[in-house]
């Protein structure tokens, strides 16, 4: 499928299309689901931040230029932390090819930032409980916004033989289900919902001093 990208059978990326699209809508959906970040970022004031699932780097890139953190960015694809790496030589940006499942609990982070992950997990609930571990004071959470993104694909003729479904994608979540779910593991601070993505700030349940 154009503008898929598969890696030992798993969809490590699907972005490619959306974000460099030049159709103005689209531009204005990125850009309206950018400023949510960059909301988000100002509020958490992150001095080391950790992202999990990097993919292409967009939220990437938006973290460094909004924030003076060292951030250490992951993924599952290691062709894509390579391409990330030669990209942005930035030296508050180290880089790992790791799943969440397996990426080391290492505390010392005081934001953590997962965007358009979750969705594609076997076991998202496993990861939020992960990402917990890491007693991060502030989480940034971003999935679609279903059925709409759904829709929205199909309506562009976008995956028709799938409903709209994007490549990947496990798990689907309206904004109040996906609220539902991470409650049960930190405290929603705010909520947002940039057409067509869900978009939460949180905070620990059980706060706990980073070390």
Not at 4 to 18: F, H, L, M, P, Q
Not at 110 to 127: F, K, M, Q, S
Not at 137 to 146: A, G, K, L, Q, T
Not at 189 to 208: D, K, Y
Request: net charge neutral; with cysteine.
């Amino acid at each position: 499928m154009k503008n898929v990208r598969i890696e030992n059978g798993v969809v490590v990326g699907t972005a490619g299309d959306k974000l460099t699209s030049t159709n103005p809508l689209a531009k204005l959906l990125i850009r309206n689901f950018d400023n949510q970040i960059r909301h988000y970022l100002h509020a958490a004031h992150p001095q080391r931040l950790l992202e999990i699932g990097c993919g292409e780097g967009h939220v990437t890139d938006i973290i460094l230029k909004e924030t003076g953190a060292q951030v250490h960015a992951t993924d599952i694809s290691q062709a894509l932390v390579d391409e990330l790496k030669a990209r942005i030589p930035s030296h508050r940006l180290t880089l790992e090819a790791v799943s969440i499942e397996s990426m080391a609990l290492r505390q010392g982070f005081d934001t953590v930032v997962c965007c358009e992950v979750l969705e594609h997990i076997d076991d998202p609930e496993a990861g939020l409980q992960r990402m917990a571990q890491l007693k991060a004071d502030h989480y940034i959470f971003s999935v679609p916004r279903e059925p709409l993104f759904r829709g929205m694909n199909f309506a562009r003729g976008a995956y028709v033989r799938d409903f709209g479904n994007s490549p990947g994608h496990i798990h689907h979540w309206s904004t109040s289900a996906f609220v539902r779910l991470v409650a049960r593991h930190f405290t929603v601070q705010e909520i947002r919902t940039p057409i067509p993505w869900t978009a939460l700030l949180c905070t620990p349940l059980n706060p706990g001093r980073h070390v």
